[in-house]
């Protein structure tokens, strides 16, 4: 039976990199980061009884479905609880009272 060290020195030499999984953001990022973001932080100082208004023109061409889903992705995972609602134009969202 060979020994741990003989056996570790028949493996083939590693491709990737090894990181430390607590070094890594746990949280997602993805393409829509930075318009969400905004959103949110936004939402943060609407009044109860009012509700954002976003051009849907002004969102890049991000479709409603990938809009509404990113932000309410990014609310759960900050503890916000919110609703939407979209026409022709825009899309509204407001914070559900508490």
Do not use: C
Not at 16 to 25: A, E, I, K, P, Q
């Amino acid at each position: 039976m060979a020994s741990r060290q003989q056996a570790a020195s028949k493996l083939p030499a590693l491709k990737y990199r090894r990181v430390d999984l607590s070094s890594l953001r746990k949280g997602r990022r993805g393409k829509h980061h930075e318009l969400v973001e905004g959103i949110l932080e936004e939402l943060e100082g609407v009044k109860p009884g009012s509700a954002l208004e976003i051009p849907l023109a002004d969102v890049n061409g991000i479709g409603l479905a990938n809009l509404r889903s990113a932000v309410h992705r990014a609310s759960t995972s900050a503890g916000m609880d919110i609703e939407t609602l979209a026409d022709e134009n825009n899309f509204y969202v407001w914070k559900t009272p508490a």
